[in-house]
C-alpha cells in the first residue's frame, strides 16, 4: 500500500492558527506512525539531526464548512485525526477531553483535518483541493 498523508486546514484561520494546527496533527501523525519518519542523518561534521518525514505531507485548504464532510468522507481510512474547536478554545488537556465528551462527533466543529490511507483513497476524497496559499 501507498500510505499518503493529507492535511487540510480551514482556508479561513489566520496564519497563525494555521501553522499551529498543522504543527499539533503533524505531532499525532508522528506518534500513531513512527514508520514514516526517517532515522537520524548526521552532518559532514557529525553532528546528529533527528529523523524527518520519509512522505511528502501536502497542506490543502478548504472553507471551514467543508471540513465536516472530508472527515466524515474519511471514516473508513487508518488514519483520521481533528483539530477541533474545542482545542482551540479549552485551558489545558483536561478541559478539552471534557468539552470533546460533552457533544457528539457532529457538534463539533473541525478547524484542520488529517486524513491517511492508500493514495487513491485519499486522492478521492480531497484530490482536488488546492494547495493552502
Known amino acids: 500500500m501507498s500510505f ?11 496564519l497563525g492558527l494555521k ?14 506512525r513512527s514508520d ?3 532515522a537520524e542523518t548526521r552532518t559532514g ?5 533527528a529523523g524527518i ?12 464548512a ?3 464532510a472530508f472527515f466524515a468522507a474519511a471514516g473508513d481510512l487508518p488514519v483520521r485525526l481533528a483539530y477541533m474547536r474545542a482545542a482551540f478554545e ?10 470533546i465528551a460533552a457533544a457528539p462527533l457532529d457538534g463539533h466543529a473541525p478547524q484542520a483535518i488529517l486524513l491517511g490511507g492508500p493514495r487513491k483513497a485519499v486522492d478521492r476524497i ?8
Open 4 to 14: 499518503k498523508p493529507v492535511l487540510i486546514l480551514s482556508a479561513d484561520l489566520p
Open 19 to 32: 501553522t499551529n494546527f498543522a504543527a499539533v496533527l503533524g505531532m499525532s501523525l508522528g506518534q500513531l
Open 36 to 38: 514514516l519518519i526517517g
Open 45 to 49: 561534521d557529525g553532528v546528529a539531526l
Open 53 to 64: 518525514t520519509r512522505v511528502a505531507l501536502p497542506v490543502l485548504g478548504a472553507p471551514a
Open 66 to 68: 467543508d471540513l465536516p
Open 90 to 99: 479549552a485551558k489545558d488537556y483536561d478541559d478539552y477531553a471534557a468539552r
Open 126 to 133: 480531497c484530490g482536488r483541493l488546492p494547495l493552502l496559499r
